[in-house]
């Protein structure tokens, strides 16, 4: 899970990076097909949040 969070942490900076058009064609494409998480980056960056929370909860140590 800790994957999965790291990996969403790019990503909502990727969409962020995207939505103030800051990465060229690549930002364009992004925010053609995921308009709401460039408006709202946060959005995925809060979706991290819950699965570093779910991965420290169910880790088995």
Known sequence: MY????ALVVLSGLFYAAGNHEIGSLGVEMCQYGGSFCDNPHYVLAGAGLAAIWGAFVSVR
């Not at 994957?3 to 790291?6: I, K, P, Q, W, Y």
């Open 3 to 6: 994957f999965v969070a790291s």
